[in-house]
């Protein structure tokens, strides 16, 4: 069973590192620039993926209310622990604001759909899927709010929400299924291509962090957040998703996955959102490193102990 998981994981992590070491290696040797990368995610990539994600995602209305309910819940539940460690540390509020993206917000796109196709197959690649919208609603919007509040006023970060065109992408979306509109087909082929640069760009701006991760020390201050984040990210969150699910009644398959899905490494997108409004983003790209490492030894466990439940 062990054998068989390290070799899908070993599967899914060959092709994901490509672009993160070709973001990795023009870092080293072009200088890349990852400025434009970000305003090419807020602009046009991250808007094209929700919209087509919400267009194409087939949804049965008893998996959306568990999901929707678990993602809620288990975000307020993480928001909480990392404020009243933020408090306890005496964090200022741009590190309260990267431990939040930190603990909040996990790579269930780039990272988790791989994964979970090839751990429990198709079903469980439709289950993830609403999952995965509703992380990219709460991202772009919630994670926007996290990220400007370390700046901004509650005013002024909820206007930052509405600043950015994926929420509206969403409520797009939203409508047209509403409205059972048929788009034109090579409007929806133009979008799924532009959806589909979404994540190949997002690590190869993964790899260009990384190979800045590399030769930065932190402060004392700052190591006693990235501790926190990593026991937060690593132990607690795996352990809180757990309770909620079970609080939540959610069994067989759709358990298996958000568990997973909740109890992978930080999102590459917390790097975006940290960079974009100044969130301690150098915290949260060094998170993103260690618990990307770690997720190598630590998803094969979860994974085994949660493949049970399906069968």
């Not at 602009?43 to 267009?55: E, G, K, N, R, T």
């Not at 919208?133 to 002024?156: C, D, E, K, L, P």
Request: charged share 10%; aromatic share 8%.
């Amino acid at each position: 069973m062990i054998q068989d998981i390290l070799t899908t994981l070993l599967e899914v992590i060959v092709p994901l590192a490509i672009p993160v070491v070709v973001g990795a290696l023009l870092a080293r040797y072009r200088n890349l620039d990852t400025k434009p990368l970000i305003t090419l995610y807020f602009y046009m990539l991250s808007p094209a993926l929700i919209f087509d994600a919400l267009l194409n995602a087939e949804l049965t209305w008893d998996d959306v209310y568990k999901t929707v309910a678990f993602s809620l819940l288990n975000l307020v539940l993480l928001w909480a622990v990392a404020r009243g460690i933020g408090r306890l540390l005496r964090l200022p509020t741009t590190d309260t604001a990267g431990l939040t993206l930190i603990s909040t917000f996990t790579n269930s796109v780039n990272y988790g759909l791989p994964l979970v196709l090839l751990a429990f197959g198709q079903l469980g690649l439709d289950k993830a899927s609403i999952y995965v919208i509703s992380q990219m609603v709460i991202v772009n919007t919630i994670g926007i709010y996290f990220a400007a509040r370390s700046h901004f006023s509650v005013r002024q970060a909820i206007r930052s929400v509405f600043a950015l065109p994926a929420i509206y992408a969403g409520m797009a979306a939203a409508l047209v299924l509403l409205l059972d509109v048929q788009l034109p087909e090579p409007l929806l082929t133009g979008i799924s291509m532009v959806a589909a640069a979404y994540s190949p760009i997002v690590m190869a701006v993964l790899g260009v962090q990384m190979m800045n991760v590399r030769t930065e020390r932190l402060e004392p201050r700052m190591r006693r957040a990235l501790g926190a984040g990593l026991v937060i990210r690593l132990a607690l969150a795996p352990a809180i998703a757990w309770l909620v699910l079970l609080a939540l009644n959610v069994d067989g398959m759709l358990r298996a996955v958000l568990f997973i899905l909740a109890s992978m490494p930080v999102a590459v997108n917390a790097v975006m959102l940290s960079t974009r409004f100044d969130a301690s983003p150098r915290l949260v790209a060094k998170c993103i490193l260690w618990t990307t490492l770690a997720s190598f030894l630590l998803l094969p466990v979860l994974i085994t102990l949660v493949a049970t439940g399906t069968q």
